[in-house]
């Protein structure tokens, strides 16, 4: 694009084929209809497939609406490849940036919903019901509830959000690991629409239980602090309960005639290995804030940039 787009819309794809073929014409289509020159910039994360010669193919229809393919050097995961297409959005200097997932579970109709809100810092995209078994579903409500009790945010939403540039500037030099973590945590004007998760295009999901335990864990890094804090709160717990035990068995031992020979070594020594165990979760709680200040990043590209064909 000879001009800097309103909008750019990343968009990772991985091994998706077809659909994500699929996804750019249904993607076109909407953001089409906006009033405002716009980028469809997809990510390819070294798929194995013939994704990335699909995707080089193809062209758009509309006049207001461009292609952009990137092609990462290596594998990197959802994530990452997410930052690498915000770090090419960033040379591009748009006004607003969309990232989704290119599978079809993040409804393109909620972007002209975006684009109406109040576009100042993020727009998020709240999710309503989801097309996943009941046991994923499960798996996902603890997995809120828990990050709820840990952070003390709530967390309704993926991805799929609408940032402005300036937001994009910081999420540039900070990095993340988990985007829609990062975006929680964010002191900036934050507005919100709500729709529907929807199924695959190829009606498959790639989510598994493993997938969202790993996904779970990616999103407390990134309230590393938070983390460390609550550790540090059993330590200390632990650490206080186990002085007044051991007290209380030596008081025992040395005043009354209740104990039972052996059961202070053992309780004592059971108490004593509680505490180190909780030291340990507290000195994991280090190693995660420090690799979270290990995932700032140095603006280092990955990419390559794909011609795919001209307009038609």
């Excluded at 960033?90 to 002209?112: F, K, T």
């Excluded at 993020?122 to 840990?150: C, D, P, T």
Aim: glycine fraction near 6%; include cysteine; charged fraction near 20%.
């Amino acid at each position: 694009m000879s001009t800097a787009p309103g909008l750019v819309v990343v968009a990772p794809c991985f091994n998706e084929g077809e659909v994500a073929v699929r996804f750019v014409r249904e993607l076109e289509a909407v953001v089409a209809n906006l009033p405002v020159q716009s980028l469809i910039l997809l990510v390819d994360d070294a798929s194995m497939d013939d994704t990335l010669e699909r995707l080089a193919g193809l062209s758009t229809s509309s006049a207001n609406v461009g292609l952009e393919v990137l092609s990462l050097r290596y594998n990197t995961g959802h994530q990452q490849a997410i930052y690498q297409g915000l770090l090419r959005a960033h040379e591009l200097c748009p006004a607003h940036i969309v990232v989704m997932d290119s599978d079809g579970e993040d409804d393109p109709a909620a972007i002209p919903a975006m684009w109406t809100a109040d576009r100042r810092g993020i727009v998020l995209v709240n999710r309503g019901r989801r097309k996943e078994s009941w046991r994923f579903k499960l798996g996902y409500a603890v997995y809120r509830r828990l990050f709820r009790i840990i952070t003390g945010r709530s967390l309704s939403f993926g991805n799929y959000s609408m940032i402005d540039g300036a937001v994009l500037e910081g999420v540039i030099d900070r990095g993340f690991v988990h985007y829609a973590a990062f975006l929680s945590k964010l002191r900036v004007p934050v507005s919100s629409v709500t729709f529907d998760r929807r199924q695959r295009l190829d009606g498959r999901s790639k989510m598994s239980f493993k997938s969202l335990s790993i996904h779970a864990f990616r999103s407390l890094i990134e309230y590393s602090d938070e983390v460390l804090e609550l550790l540090l709160k059993a330590f200390f717990g632990l650490a206080l309960l186990a002085v007044l035990s051991i007290c209380y068995i030596v008081s025992v031992k040395l005043f009354t005639s209740w104990a039972i020979p052996g059961w202070a070594s053992i309780l004592s020594v059971s108490l004593i290995n509680s505490t180190l165990l909780c030291l340990g979760f507290f000195s994991v709680g280090l190693l995660l804030a420090n690799s979270q200040q290990r995932q700032e990043r140095a603006r280092k590209a990955i990419y390559r940039v794909v011609q795919p064909r001209q307009q038609a």
